[in-house]
């Protein structure tokens, strides 16, 4: 009696793992994103802000040409040596050597990175990554000659 208990059990066992259904393919919606609930501003609000580049304004020139000043300079000039993360705004004045210029930043290698570019007068607001000794140079967009540098000067706060 057990033995046929025993054996209709593993019959039963046997037909049900033999009736189970093979799972439904993939398709490629079921592989698609799933879209996303929430709204844009939501989203907007989540995500930081990537700050804006602002071209700079015929007035902004017009101020650049009336300080009086030529070259290549920054504002503030030079940064405290124990701090960190600064920013400053570069301006240059460069009319009759170039047509367009483009600004670089020179690092401790030698290497040159492009941060920025804009016309014979004009100015370009860095990031928050500034440092005391950060150089950088104003390149002719035509020819590449340098025709401005400009080094971050360090001071005791």
């Not at 037909?15 to 993939?26: F, I």
């Not at 994103?33 to 804006?52: I, L």
């Not at 000794?133 to 540098?149: I, M, Q, Y």
Request: glycine residues 8%; positive net charge.
């Amino acid at each position: 009696m057990r033995n046929s208990l025993l054996i209709g059990a593993c019959l039963a066992a046997a037909l049900c793992a033999c009736s189970k259904q093979d799972p439904a393919p993939v398709t490629e919606e079921a592989r698609a994103p799933v879209a996303s609930t929430a709204s844009a501003a939501d989203t907007a609000q989540q995500a930081p802000a990537r700050q804006q580049r602002k071209p700079v304004t015929a007035q902004e020139i017009d101020q650049i040409r009336a300080s009086g000043r030529s070259g290549f300079w920054s504002e503030p000039d030079a940064f405290c040596t124990d701090a960190t993360r600064q920013q400053a705004t570069l301006f240059w004045n460069i009319e009759g050597n170039a047509k367009g210029v483009t600004v670089v930043l020179l690092d401790k290698a030698g290497k040159e990175r492009r941060i920025g570019q804009g016309g014979p007068v004009g100015r370009k607001t860095t990031g928050r990554w500034l440092k005391a000794g950060s150089t950088f140079l104003l390149r002719d967009k035509d020819s590449k000659a340098e025709v401005g540098k400009l080094a971050i000067a360090g001071k005791q706060c």
